[in-house]
């Protein structure tokens, strides 16, 4: 594994973990922008996405923005933001150069997701529940969202896919983190810092998918677990 | 800005786009027959895939550069990785969206397996791994204009070109080429499959667009 030895020789050298261009540091900024960013894009996507949903109201617009999303090119965004806003000498204008395409990015895997497991809850169980006596909130609150959790699970963690890659690519606009290392590498044509700063991203990649296998299993309800093995 | 180059540069992004989907659909027709026939293998599987999926693209290309150098190889090979994670699923789901009957038929007709596989199973799940293909090839070419960061051209070219030169512009016709390139080969798969399944019904008026007749999609690929 060349790929490797490059990273090993590069990744063992003391400097690199220490100060403000530390591996340690590189690390934590990773965390924080994806974290920040997937948070703000939950925040958003995960009430409308309830919302529509539950009301079945704008449900092709939901999908049809799903589909031209893909077409979206990251780093086309990125650079757009950052030519015209990223210069700012305003502190939090130029931050939204990195936030607004992180967030964008992150919003409509959870949204349709989370559309889709509150519209798909059996038809039979609102009956129920409506025949119970519940109000239409508490419909919501206690059966379409709990029934929903996996499938909004598994849009938080395709939107942590999308969002954890573009902050490294993101580092070409200037951003910090990990990519960082690869970009930096690749302009002096270090290889081996490239190759470091890779096998980081990689690592940090799995390991946020790794933490959501567990959410999943924290955040679905015990009623929903045996079927949710099933499928 | 200079426009002499833009065919060229639709062209390297087109080949991008479009090889990694055709290659992912080489490999994943037999792989989601093999799942399908033998059920234990498609959970470790769609976890491969779902694994490699997450890895981000820019990482995936720097791995393989020391395998395969500054080539549109570099950037080929990860982009058909991820088109696995939407495609096997699909050729899988429309595998399994043969009706019983229909299967009991062909065979009561006197149809072998491998006769009714090819002539009746895959036609009826084309509808299904075309939605997956549409997918994996509009991520496809806007992924692959991040192989510019490692030197490997397409239209992010104008991207980069005019990010360095803060030329906007330059930015908005690099971006807007790779989506209208993405939509023109959307449109070319959705005919592809109305000449392919010239049996289903053309959809009528009171329909929901077509992605939501279609399933799966929703859940995975994407411009990262």
Known sequence: MRFLSYAWDWLKQPAQWHGPDGIPIRILEQLYYTGLSLLIAALIAIPLGILIGHTGRGAALVVNLANAWRAIPTLGLLTLLAVTIGFSAVAWVSALAWLIPLVVLGIPPILVNTYEGVAGVDPELKDAARGMGMTSWQQVRKVEVPVATPLMVLGLRTGAIFVVATATIAAYIGLGGLGRYIIDGLATDNYGEVAGGALFVVVLALAVQAVFVGVRRLAVPAGLRQQARRT | ?224
Request: charged share 15%.
């Open chain 2, 1 to 224: 800005m200079d426009w002499s180059q833009v065919p060229e540069l639709t062209w390297e992004s087109n080949k991008l786009g479009v090889l990694p989907a055709l290659f992912g659909l080489i490999i994943s027709v037999p792989l989601g027959i093999v799942c399908v026939r033998w059920r234990w293998l498609y959970p470790p599987v769609l976890s491969t895939t779902s694994v490699l999926y997450a890895i981000p693209s820019l990482a995936l290309f720097i791995v393989l550069i020391p395998y395969t150098g500054l080539t549109d190889t570099t950037v080929i090979i990860p982009l058909t990785l991820f088109s696995l994670c939407v495609l096997v699923p699909n050729v899988v789901d429309g595998l399994r969206s043969v009706p019983d009957p229909v299967r009991d038929a062909a065979t009561a007709m006197g149809f072998g397996t491998l006769r009714r596989l090819v002539q009746v199973e895959l036609p009826i799940a084309v509808p299904v791994v075309i939605a997956g293909l549409r997918v994996a090839v509009v991520s496809s070419i806007s992924l692959a204009s991040v192989g510019q960061l490692i030197g490997v051209s397409s239209l992010g070219y104008l991207i980069v070109d005019g990010y360095q030169r803060a030329f906007l512009t330059e930015i908005l016709v690099g971006g807007g080429l790779i989506i209208a390139l993405a939509l023109v080969c959307d449109l070319l798969l959705v005919l592809v499959r109305r000449l392919l399944t010239p049996w289903r019904p053309r959809r009528t008026r009171r329909q929901l667009p077509e992605v939501v007749a279609e399933p799966v999609p929703a859940l995975a690929g994407g411009a990262r």
